[in-house]
Protein backbone atom coordinates (compact mmCIF):
# COMPACT_ATOMS: atom_id res chain seq x y z
CA UNK A 1 0.00 0.00 0.00
CA UNK A 2 1.26 3.01 -1.03
CA UNK A 3 2.24 5.62 1.50
CA UNK A 4 1.40 9.38 1.62
CA UNK A 5 3.23 11.45 -1.26
CA UNK A 6 3.80 14.87 -0.93
CA UNK A 7 5.40 16.99 -3.81
CA UNK A 8 7.50 18.57 -4.82
CA UNK A 9 10.26 17.34 -2.18
CA UNK A 10 11.87 20.75 -2.44
CA UNK A 11 11.03 24.13 -3.42
CA UNK A 12 12.64 27.55 -3.08
CA UNK A 13 10.70 31.05 -3.61
CA UNK A 14 11.32 34.20 -3.24
CA UNK A 15 9.49 37.01 -0.65
CA UNK A 16 6.04 37.96 -1.91
CA UNK A 17 5.76 34.81 -4.20
CA UNK A 18 3.18 32.43 -3.54
CA UNK A 19 3.35 28.69 -3.69
CA UNK A 20 1.27 25.47 -3.87
CA UNK A 21 2.16 22.25 -2.37
CA UNK A 22 0.13 19.04 -2.80
CA UNK A 23 -0.29 15.91 -0.60
CA UNK A 24 -1.66 12.58 -1.93
CA UNK A 25 -3.11 10.75 1.13
CA UNK A 26 -3.46 6.58 1.65
CA UNK A 27 -5.86 4.98 0.07
CA UNK A 28 -9.24 5.09 1.83
CA UNK A 29 -8.18 7.49 4.35
CA UNK A 30 -10.35 10.85 4.47
CA UNK A 31 -8.64 13.05 6.29
CA UNK A 32 -5.94 15.21 5.61
CA UNK A 33 -3.98 17.46 8.49
CA UNK A 34 -1.21 19.72 7.57
CA UNK A 35 1.65 20.60 9.61
CA UNK A 36 4.84 22.84 9.51
CA UNK A 37 7.75 22.29 11.27
CA UNK A 38 10.74 24.80 11.76
CA UNK A 39 13.52 23.92 14.31
CA UNK A 40 12.35 27.31 16.77
CA UNK A 41 9.09 26.15 16.94
CA UNK A 42 8.58 22.58 16.53
CA UNK A 43 5.82 21.16 14.48
CA UNK A 44 2.72 22.98 14.38
CA UNK A 45 -0.89 22.34 13.22
CA UNK A 46 -2.12 24.09 10.04
CA UNK A 47 -5.58 22.62 9.09
CA UNK A 48 -7.64 19.49 9.02
CA UNK A 49 -9.34 18.28 6.07
CA UNK A 50 -11.76 15.29 5.99
CA UNK A 51 -15.03 14.78 3.31
CA UNK A 52 -13.92 18.38 1.49
CA UNK A 53 -14.98 20.20 4.39
CA UNK A 54 -11.85 21.86 6.54
CA UNK A 55 -12.73 20.66 10.32
CA UNK A 56 -9.70 22.61 12.28
CA UNK A 57 -7.63 25.33 11.90
CA UNK A 58 -4.42 26.36 13.47
CA UNK A 59 -3.36 29.66 14.85
CA UNK A 60 -1.88 30.80 11.09
CA UNK A 61 -2.67 33.95 9.43
CA UNK A 62 -4.82 33.62 6.46
CA UNK A 63 -2.64 33.85 4.07
CA UNK A 64 -2.12 29.90 4.77
CA UNK A 65 -5.06 28.41 2.81
CA UNK A 66 -5.79 24.81 1.62
CA UNK A 67 -8.71 22.25 -0.29
CA UNK A 68 -9.38 18.89 -0.23
CA UNK A 69 -10.19 17.11 -3.79
CA UNK A 70 -13.46 14.75 -3.65
CA UNK A 71 -10.62 12.06 -4.23
CA UNK A 72 -8.74 13.13 -0.85
CA UNK A 73 -6.10 14.58 -2.09
CA UNK A 74 -5.23 18.08 -0.55
CA UNK A 75 -3.33 21.08 -1.44
CA UNK A 76 -2.14 24.25 0.68
CA UNK A 77 -1.35 27.33 -0.71
CA UNK A 78 0.81 30.12 0.88
CA UNK A 79 1.08 33.87 -0.50
CA UNK A 80 2.47 36.53 0.01
CA UNK A 81 5.48 34.42 1.10
CA UNK A 82 7.84 35.49 4.09
CA UNK A 83 11.32 34.68 5.22
CA UNK A 84 9.62 33.22 8.18
CA UNK A 85 7.60 30.66 6.14
CA UNK A 86 10.89 28.63 5.54
CA UNK A 87 9.87 25.32 6.51
CA UNK A 88 9.18 21.67 6.44
CA UNK A 89 5.61 21.67 5.48
CA UNK A 90 4.22 17.66 6.51
CA UNK A 91 0.64 16.19 5.28
CA UNK A 92 -0.55 13.14 7.19
CA UNK A 93 -3.80 10.89 6.68
CA UNK A 94 -5.58 9.05 8.62
CA UNK A 95 -9.02 6.96 8.06
CA UNK A 96 -11.18 8.29 10.24
CA UNK A 97 -9.99 11.90 10.80
CA UNK A 98 -10.38 11.21 14.52
CA UNK A 99 -7.06 10.77 16.34
CA UNK A 100 -8.21 8.94 19.22
CA UNK A 101 -8.24 5.50 17.30
CA UNK A 102 -7.33 6.65 14.01
CA UNK A 103 -3.06 7.13 13.83
CA UNK A 104 -1.98 9.85 11.35
CA UNK A 105 0.58 8.53 8.50
CA UNK A 106 2.92 11.36 7.51
CA UNK A 107 4.55 12.13 4.48
CA UNK A 108 7.86 13.16 4.28
CA UNK A 109 7.15 16.87 3.45
CA UNK A 110 8.16 19.39 1.14
CA UNK A 111 10.92 21.73 2.19
CA UNK A 112 10.03 25.47 1.25
CA UNK A 113 12.92 28.20 1.83
CA UNK A 114 12.11 31.25 0.75
CA UNK A 115 14.81 33.99 -0.07
CA UNK B 1 -5.59 18.74 26.54
CA UNK B 2 -3.34 16.16 28.34
CA UNK B 3 -0.24 17.36 28.13
CA UNK B 4 2.85 14.73 28.45
CA UNK B 5 6.57 14.97 29.47
CA UNK B 6 9.52 12.76 28.11
CA UNK B 7 13.52 12.99 28.95
CA UNK B 8 15.03 15.47 26.45
CA UNK B 9 17.88 12.63 25.42
CA UNK B 10 18.52 8.72 25.74
CA UNK B 11 21.25 6.92 25.13
CA UNK B 12 20.79 2.72 24.34
CA UNK B 13 24.07 0.30 22.75
CA UNK B 14 22.94 -1.33 20.18
CA UNK B 15 21.61 -4.91 20.24
CA UNK B 16 20.04 -3.91 23.96
CA UNK B 17 15.99 -2.63 24.96
CA UNK B 18 15.76 0.98 24.72
CA UNK B 19 12.91 2.12 27.40
CA UNK B 20 11.56 5.47 26.64
CA UNK B 21 9.27 6.99 29.49
CA UNK B 22 6.68 9.33 29.02
CA UNK B 23 4.56 10.92 31.70
CA UNK B 24 1.08 12.12 31.31
CA UNK B 25 -0.84 12.34 34.36
CA UNK B 26 -3.75 14.42 32.77
CA UNK B 27 -5.11 11.66 30.85
CA UNK B 28 -8.64 11.36 30.40
CA UNK B 29 -10.38 8.29 30.71
CA UNK B 30 -10.91 7.93 27.00
CA UNK B 31 -7.78 9.80 25.64
CA UNK B 32 -4.93 7.20 23.95
CA UNK B 33 -1.64 7.53 24.04
CA UNK B 34 0.01 7.68 20.86
CA UNK B 35 4.20 7.24 20.20
CA UNK B 36 5.26 8.48 16.82
CA UNK B 37 9.24 9.11 15.97
CA UNK B 38 11.03 11.10 13.25
CA UNK B 39 14.39 10.31 11.53
CA UNK B 40 16.13 13.62 10.35
CA UNK B 41 14.55 15.08 7.32
CA UNK B 42 12.34 12.75 7.38
CA UNK B 43 8.08 13.13 8.33
CA UNK B 44 6.93 11.62 11.91
CA UNK B 45 6.26 7.73 11.53
CA UNK B 46 3.98 6.27 13.61
CA UNK B 47 5.03 3.34 16.32
CA UNK B 48 2.26 2.13 18.37
CA UNK B 49 -0.89 3.29 20.49
CA UNK B 50 -3.03 2.11 23.56
CA UNK B 51 -6.10 3.09 25.83
CA UNK B 52 -5.67 0.82 28.95
CA UNK B 53 -3.96 -2.53 27.66
CA UNK B 54 -0.22 -3.25 27.04
CA UNK B 55 0.13 -3.32 22.79
CA UNK B 56 3.09 -4.81 21.54
CA UNK B 57 3.34 -4.84 17.07
CA UNK B 58 6.53 -5.47 14.88
CA UNK B 59 7.99 -1.89 15.75
CA UNK B 60 7.73 -1.64 19.34
CA UNK B 61 5.65 -2.67 23.07
CA UNK B 62 3.99 -0.30 25.19
CA UNK B 63 3.49 -0.48 28.24
CA UNK B 64 0.77 1.57 30.16
CA UNK B 65 0.75 1.84 33.71
CA UNK B 66 -2.50 1.02 35.75
CA UNK B 67 -3.92 4.26 36.42
CA UNK B 68 -2.44 5.57 32.93
CA UNK B 69 -0.48 7.97 33.61
CA UNK B 70 2.51 7.10 32.20
CA UNK B 71 3.81 4.69 29.98
CA UNK B 72 6.91 3.23 28.64
CA UNK B 73 7.55 2.25 24.73
CA UNK B 74 10.11 -0.74 24.63
CA UNK B 75 12.50 -1.24 21.31
CA UNK B 76 13.21 -4.94 21.96
CA UNK B 77 16.37 -4.93 20.03
CA UNK B 78 17.34 -1.33 19.15
CA UNK B 79 19.93 -0.87 15.89
CA UNK B 80 21.26 1.97 14.47
CA UNK B 81 18.64 2.80 12.76
CA UNK B 82 16.45 3.58 15.25
CA UNK B 83 18.22 6.82 16.30
CA UNK B 84 15.64 9.09 16.25
CA UNK B 85 13.03 11.55 18.09
CA UNK B 86 10.51 9.88 20.16
CA UNK B 87 7.35 12.05 20.56
CA UNK B 88 4.68 10.77 23.21
CA UNK B 89 1.23 12.19 22.72
CA UNK B 90 -2.10 12.58 24.11
CA UNK B 91 -4.17 13.54 21.15
CA UNK B 92 -6.80 16.04 22.25
CA UNK B 93 -9.90 14.68 20.14
CA UNK B 94 -9.15 16.44 16.34
CA UNK B 95 -5.85 16.69 14.33
CA UNK B 96 -4.14 19.69 16.65
CA UNK B 97 -1.32 17.63 17.92
CA UNK B 98 1.33 18.92 19.59
CA UNK B 99 4.65 17.15 19.25
CA UNK B 100 6.37 18.97 21.56
CA UNK B 101 10.35 18.23 21.57
CA UNK B 102 10.19 14.31 22.66
CA UNK B 103 12.98 12.33 23.38
CA UNK B 104 16.30 12.16 21.29
CA UNK B 105 17.17 8.78 21.14
CA UNK B 106 21.13 7.77 19.95
CA UNK B 107 21.77 3.97 19.45
CA UNK B 108 25.12 3.27 20.53
CA UNK B 109 27.44 0.94 18.38
Known sequence: KAGVTQTPRYLIKTRGQQVTLSCSPISGHRSVSWYQQ???????FLFEYFSETQRNKGNFPGRF?????????????VST?????SA?????SSLSGSSYNSPLHFGNGTRLTVT | DAKTT?????DCAEGRAANLPCNHSTISGNEYVYWYRQIHSQGPQYIIHGLKNNETNEMASLIITEDRKS???ILPHATLRDTAVYYCIVPPGNEKLTFGTGT???IIP
Open chain 1, 38 to 44: TPGQGLQ
Open chain 1, 65 to 77: SGRQFSNSRSEMN
Open chain 1, 81 to 85: LELGD
Open chain 1, 88 to 92: LYLCA
Open chain 2, 6 to 10: QPTSM
Open chain 2, 71 to 73: STL
Open chain 2, 104 to 106: RLT
